[in-house]
């Protein structure tokens, strides 16, 4: 069996998401939904109503300990952003963060994934972008694939970080070399399974080009410049030991404002601290 039916094989596998993003999900789908009950759906789950607060007080959102129930967390939030933030929660528990291979740790990578979420957000509010519910998260699953990897490939991923090390190449390179298939057609199939929106499943397949079939994407640009810029300040840890280069096309897409990387890399360090606390080890 090739890596590429294994992938397919273990997602199948792979536990569902809790019961309490599907009961969010499902009472979404009624457009007059109140915040109440929302809140009651969440609140039975203590452990995310105590991980809901803390996100939503931290500096990430600006609110700094103003919001003090569930119910004002969805009011200053939203409905949707809520649900990602569950979904963020949820998908972090669900992979094993004590394996280790050569010295490269799924905390790392769930680090570097939470700082490219922070940017990519930062990014969208920066350029305008008006819904900005995904952009948080787009930026928290889109190395998914790799997790898959570290989970139930890892003698074959041991064998794709020293790829990296010996050829001096992208971890996409030595990915499709040893495996024949990368972590982001990887964490697409598991995006599918889980029948996440069709912006989050592209954000995830085509990040590393930062566009898709030559569509003007802000979302993809985003998390694309994002991934990069986290690299580069070695927030975390993406398993790649050179910084890729981004694809030129979408400084057109997203037209950054003139000093916005300097302008924000102090919040972006404080907002990844906090977030980092309070997402995987609080």
């Given at each position: 069996?090739?890596?590429?039916?294994?992938?397919?094989?273990?997602?199948?596998k792979?536990?569902?998401?809790?019961?309490?993003?599907?009961?969010?999900?499902?009472a979404?789908?009624?457009?007059?939904?109140?915040?109440?009950k929302?809140?009651?759906?969440?609140?039975?789950d203590?452990?995310?109503?105590?991980?809901?607060?803390?996100?939503?007080?931290?500096?990430?959102?600006?609110?700094?300990?103003?919001?003090?129930?569930?119910?004002?967390?969805?009011?200053?939030?939203?409905f949707?952003?809520?649900?990602?933030?569950?979904?963020?929660?949820?998908v972090?528990?669900?992979?094993?963060k004590?394996?280790?291979i050569?010295?490269?740790?799924?905390?790392?990578?769930?680090a570097?994934?939470?700082?490219?979420?922070?940017?990519?957000?930062l990014?969208?509010?920066?350029?305008?972008?008006k819904?900005?519910?995904?952009?948080?998260?787009?930026?928290?699953?889109?190395?998914?694939?790799k997790?898959?990897?570290?989970?139930f490939?890892?003698?074959?991923?041991?064998?794709?970080?020293?790829?990296v090390?010996?050829?001096d190449?992208?971890?996409?390179?030595?990915?499709?070399?040893?495996?024949?298939?990368?972590h982001?057609?990887?964490?697409?199939?598991?995006?599918?399974?889980?029948?996440?929106?069709?912006?989050?499943?592209d954000a995830?397949?085509?990040?590393?080009?930062?566009?898709?079939?030559?569509?003007t994407?802000?979302l993809?640009?985003?998390?694309?410049?994002?991934d990069?810029?986290?690299?580069?300040?070695?927030?975390?840890?993406s398993?790649d030991?050179?910084?890729?280069?981004?694809n030129?096309?979408v400084?057109?897409i997203?037209?950054l404002?003139k000093?916005?990387?300097?302008?924000i890399?102090k919040?972006?360090?404080?907002?990844?601290?906090?977030?980092v606390?309070?997402?995987?080890?609080?």
């Amino acid at each position: 069996m090739n890596s590429f039916d294994k992938i397919l094989q273990n997602v199948n596998k792979l536990q569902t998401l809790p019961t309490i993003y599907s009961s969010i999900s499902e009472a979404l789908k009624d457009p007059l939904v109140t915040p109440e009950k929302l809140a009651r759906i969440i609140t039975v789950d203590q452990v995310s109503s105590f991980k809901i607060l803390k996100v939503a007080n931290s500096p990430f959102y600006g609110f700094r300990g103003r919001i003090d129930t569930i119910s004002q967390a969805i009011l200053y939030l939203g409905f949707d952003e809520i649900k990602n933030i569950i979904f963020a929660l949820s998908v972090v528990n669900i992979f094993t963060k004590d394996k280790i291979i050569l010295n490269f740790k799924p905390t790392d990578l769930w680090a570097h994934s939470i700082a490219v979420g922070i940017t990519t957000r930062l990014i969208g509010s920066a350029i305008g972008e008006k819904e900005l519910e995904n952009y948080f998260l787009a930026g928290i699953i889109h190395d998914i694939g790799k997790l898959l990897f570290i989970e139930f490939l890892p003698n074959d991923f041991e064998k794709v970080l020293k790829l990296v090390v010996q050829k001096d190449c992208t971890i996409r390179e030595a990915e499709t070399e040893i495996l024949g298939i990368d972590h982001c057609r990887a964490g697409q199939i598991l995006a599918e399974k889980w029948k996440l929106p069709t912006g989050l499943q592209d954000a995830i397949l085509y990040h590393h080009n930062g566009i898709k079939e030559n569509q003007t994407n802000r979302l993809i640009a985003s998390v694309h410049i994002a991934d990069i810029l986290a690299t580069a300040l070695e927030l975390g840890r993406s398993g790649d030991i050179l910084i890729p280069e981004p694809n030129f096309k979408v400084w057109d897409i997203i037209k950054l404002p003139k000093g916005f990387f300097p302008s924000i890399k102090k919040k972006l360090i404080e907002d990844f601290d906090q977030t980092v606390r309070v997402m995987l080890y609080q």
